[in-house]
Structures are given as C-alpha cells and as structure tokens.
C-alpha cells in the first residue's frame, strides 16, 4: 500500500542546516515533492525531484533521493525564523493524486 | 494570474445541514484534485476531476460526499448531511495537466467547522 512517512518535529537554530526526512513505499512513483504549510494556509510548492535523480539543489534548498531505500531528505541551508512551518513530503505519478506524509514541524529559534 | 481560489474560507454548519466548498482553479488549469486535511494530520487525497469528469474518486467517502466540475464555474465539493467528523480543512489544487511532473498548486483552504 502507499505510505509517507515522516518525524513529527524539528528544532533547529536559526542559521543552523535543517533537515527534514520522508520514507515512502511506492516503488512506482514518478515524482517527489516538498511542499511548506504556514499556519493557517494552503501548500506552497517548494521544489521537486524525478525519481530517477539522486540530487537537485535550488538556492537554500538541498533534495536527495535514494530511490534504493526509499528515502527522501529536505535540506535547508541557513534556516531563517521565516522557515518554521510544516513540511509535506507527497509523492506521485505525473498525472493524478498525490500521497501526502504526515508533516514535519520545523521551529527555528534564534 | 490569479492563484487557486477557494470559499468560503469558513464554513460553520449544524449536524445535518449541507456544505458546499466551491474551487476555482487557476487560469488555464483543467485538473482539479480534493484534499481533505484533519487537525495534526497530513492531506488525504479525495477525488481528481476534469472538465465534466470524474477521473478518480477513489479518496471519496462512499455516501454523503460528491464532487463536480461543470463546463462552466467552479468545482464543487458537496457533503450532504453533515457530520462532527467531517470538521476538517478542505484544500482544492489545480495543474495545467500534461506530462512531466504534477505541480499542484493550492487554494487556501475551506475550514468546516460542524456544531
């Protein structure tokens, strides 16, 4: 079946690297992606990867992807007070629903 | 290029009653997905639509919940007879549709409160 999976909070200092982590189950997936929920809003899509890459880097955001584990990571270089939000993991194929994780709490403290 | 629009952004109703969520998708989108997000928890997909069909339902609940995507208008989410457990935040996603990936982009969110 399809499962995302995820910790439930991250702590980090502000301008510390954080790094959010997502296990999943379906072979067959296309696609992985992140997404960023602030409190009370909708998903903003923050970057996603194909499955048959191993890394995509775009600014402070760092993806790596082992496809062998079924492991996802979300890097974010020098985390800002502006970063605390929810985390989503999902992954899909590249035309219908997408699997959501659980989230993952990242707070940045000064 | 106005974003996915959704309303109301708060829906209060009594056990029983009827809730309609409306979603507007983004200009020139033709895919139109459901989510359904419980406190604390993570979004549940509910059902995918294109233009006048129902592509997968397979997240719907079997009774009370229908969805649709007219011609012309917004999509609609239904949930007739509404019960407590259906207090959840409701997110709509549009995508333009095509191969490569399936970049979803998000409403704000109807959040149902039932009494």
Redesign the interface.
């Known amino acids: 079946g399809e499962d995302v999976e995820q910790s439930l909070f991250l702590s980090v200092r502000e301008g510390d690297s954080s790094v959010i982590n997502c296990t999943y189950t379906d072979s067959s997936s296309t696609y992985l992606y992140w997404y960023k929920q602030e409190p009370g809003a909708g998903l903003q899509l923050l970057t996603y990867i194909f499955s048959n890459m191993d890394m995509k880097q775009d600014q402070r955001l760092t993806v790596l992807l082992n496809k062998k584990d079924k492991h996802l990571s979300l890097r974010i270089a020098d985390t800002q007070t502006g970063d605390s939000a929810i985390y989503f993991c999902a992954e899909g194929d590249n035309t219908d629903k997408l699997i959501f994780g659980t989230g993952t709490r990242l707070q940045v403290f000064p | 290029n106005a974003g ?1 629009m959704q309303n109301p952004r708060h829906l209060v109703r009594r056990r029983g009653q009827e809730a309609r969520l409306r979603c507007s998708p983004m200009k020139g989108h033709s895919h139109v ?1 459901w ?1 359904r997000q419980l406190p604390e ?5 509910m059902v ?1 639509l294109q233009k006048e069909n129902i ?2 339902e ?2 719907m609940p079997k009774e009370r919940f229908s969805a649709e995507f007219p011609k012309e208008g917004p999509s609609i989410l239904r949930i007739q007879q509404v019960v407590r457990g259906d207090s959840a935040a409701y ?1 709509c ?1 549009s995508s333009p ?1 095509g ?11 109807t959040r149902l409160t039932v009494l």
Do not use: C, M
Request: charged share 15%.
């Open positions: 996915v997905y989510y928890e993570g979004l549940k997909f995918y592509i997968d397979s997240g997110f996603a549709g191969g490569g990936p399936n970049e979803q982009f998000f409403g704000p969110g």
